[in-house]
């Protein structure tokens, strides 16, 4: 594997972070579950990608998002919001909010169809992401951040590749069994290694795993209970009120996600633009992700008490927001302007590129989706 070298503070970041990583290993016996790793990998206070001060978006960074991609993903996403609004209340909540640019595009467009939100509220983990936010989005008194969610809220919800950063067990068949992968030090390297699952664990693969039994010797998959809880904090957060929450990440439904050939699992790591499999990789530098199982955070919205209005692959619901009409608000014969339009709209919406593979749940209650959106759900298909 050829990755491009740390800088010496970045590497020195890192091996703090190991270092803490593996006390806390032997803290617990020699051995701590794999979702404890990634949450300390991601999340550890000022060590952790997303707690410390990497950049992480962007050329300078390790990956790039739809909103970084073009404005015109962000003007869409507003006429779905503004509908929304005009049923329940002009207050938006976004999670994760990354550079900020999603937040000022989807503000600016709405304030064109003339919607004036009162409070655009970012709840953000990464200390790097906030300051970067607070700093391009200062011009905007609307803006403001949270630590935590508040106990009730009318209005839209916003989570751009929120939920794929969020800590996943790791379970592997193996002598006919399912086994949990823990993460120990061997030769003063992090390695795997098997445990028994916990029963709450057991009972979790068996609910969110079709046919969980019937799959292959070694096959190693993940399971997201942290996310499940998130789904199930926005529905409580959000049941009292009008509104609904629109969730953007690549993933499938349970039917396309356990299958037969997947036998090596989803997780993925990135750094500097690169993709690689291995978490145990500079710890604290690369972003570790799994694909979102939108058949188990659907199952945990609706079981929590809030209803699925919609899910459909990105394409379907850019389109159906006239991502098309707002290209062509650029003259085609500008060709200096609308030729980047145009190679950025292909990318979101292109099955071969972002059109497919990413999805968007759509959970609510109280209000009704615009009609192209409501002819797109697909989500009897979760």
Not at 70 to 95: C, H
Not at 192 to 220: I, S, T
Not at 307 to 326: D, R
Request: charged residues 15%.
């Amino acid at each position: 594997m050829s990755l491009p070298a740390p800088t010496p503070d970045a590497l020195a970041a890192s091996q703090s972070l190991q270092q803490l990583i593996a006390a806390d290993i032997e803290a617990h016996g020699g051995a701590i579950a794999f979702s404890r790793f990634m949450e300390l990998t991601l999340y550890a206070p000022r060590l952790g990608y997303y707690s410390g001060g990497a950049s992480k978006l962007g050329a300078s960074g390790d990956f790039t998002t739809a909103p970084e991609i073009s404005p015109l993903f962000g003007a869409a996403l507003a006429r779905a919001a503004a509908a929304i609004i005009a049923q329940s209340a002009p207050e938006i909540i976004e999670f994760g909010a990354g550079t900020g640019k999603l937040a000022r595009d989807v503000l600016a467009a709405l304030d064109e169809l003339g919607v004036a939100v009162q409070s655009y509220t970012i709840i953000e983990l990464s200390g790097e992401l906030r300051a970067r936010q607070q700093e391009a989005l200062q011009d905007l008194p609307q803006v403001r951040w949270l630590d935590a969610m508040p106990d009730t809220f009318s209005g839209v919800v916003l989570a751009n590749e929120v939920l794929d950063a969020m800590p996943v067990e790791l379970v592997i068949r193996q002598d006919g069994r399912w086994q949990r992968q823990m993460v120990t030090v061997t030769d003063g390297a992090f390695a795997f290694m098997q445990a028994a699952l916990p029963q709450a664990l057991a009972a979790q693969l068996a609910r969110q795993v079709p046919d969980a039994e019937a799959l292959p010797e070694g096959y190693l998959t993940e399971v997201h209970p942290v996310a499940e809880g998130f789904m199930a904090s926005l529905a409580a957060m959000m049941r009292g009120g009008r509104g609904a929450a629109f969730l953007f990440d690549y993933g499938f439904p349970a039917h396309e996600y356990y299958l037969d050939q997947r036998i090596g699992g989803t997780l993925m790591c990135h750094y500097r633009h690169h993709a690689h499999p291995d978490p145990f990789y500079l710890p604290g530098l690369q972003d570790i992700t799994a694909h979102v199982d939108f058949t188990a955070m659907a199952l945990a919205s609706q079981d929590a008490g809030l209803p699925v209005l919609a899910y459909m692959n990105q394409a379907s619901f850019l389109l159906g927001c006239g991502i098309g009409e707002l290209l062509l608000a650029t003259s085609p014969e500008d060709a200096l302007r609308f030729l980047p339009q145009s190679r950025a709209v292909q990318k979101l919406v292109s099955p071969a590129e972002m059109g497919e593979l990413f999805k968007v749940l759509v959970v609510g209650q109280a209000v009704e989706l615009p009609e192209a959106l409501a002819r797109a759900d697909r989500s009897h298909r979760l």
